[in-house]
């Protein structure tokens, strides 16, 4: 994804029972760094990294509506998307629409409550969801 200007972050798992998850994944040799209420899309975000395997967003649903409601429907637990940091997210998407791959917006721009950055959720046609990070605020 160098190509395109994007730099790896993080892998996204959407969860029943956060407590569990970040449980599981203490025991596997994760951190836990920070847990966040997003009351924007009714979830619980907990970061969770490890000095040698990729870090881990959980996502787990509070009260309410969320973004995760289908996913959840299918599986209790599950990695639903990918993250990626790119230095300008306008350059990144051009550098998409040259190379015919095709990318279809699904949220609109929030700002990041880990990261400070703006951030928007993709359907990236052959790899799935994808949520983009743009420190270019």
């Known amino acids: 994804?160098?190509?395109?200007?994007?730099?790896?972050?993080?892998?996204?798992?959407?969860?029943?029972?956060?407590?569990?998850?970040?449980?599981?994944?203490?025991k596997a040799g994760y951190k836990i760094d920070k847990v966040r209420l997003n009351k924007n899309y009714n979830v619980k975000n907990?970061?969770?990294?490890?000095k040698n395997q990729p870090n881990i967003e959980i996502v787990s649903?509070?009260?309410?509506?969320?973004?995760?409601?289908?996913?959840?429907?299918?599986?209790?637990?599950s990695i639903?998307?990918?993250?990626?940091?790119?230095?300008?997210?306008?350059?990144?998407?051009?550098?998409?629409?040259?190379a015919k791959v095709q990318v279809i917006k699904i949220t609109d721009s929030y700002l990041s409550p880990f990261e400070g950055v703006k951030a928007s959720f993709f359907f990236i046609k052959g790899m799935g969801i994808v949520e983009i990070m743009d420190k270019d605020l």
């Open 80 to 98: 639903y998307h990918i993250c990626y940091m790119t230095k300008n997210l306008k350059k990144t998407l051009e550098k998409f629409k040259k």
């Open 46 to 50: 907990a970061i969770c990294s490890s």
């Open 1 to 26: 994804m160098n190509n395109f200007g994007l730099k790896f972050h993080h892998l996204g798992m959407a969860t029943n029972d956060l407590k569990l998850s970040m449980s599981l994944l203490k």
């Open 61 to 77: 649903k509070v009260k309410g509506k969320s973004p995760i409601d289908g996913i959840l429907k299918k599986n209790s637990n």
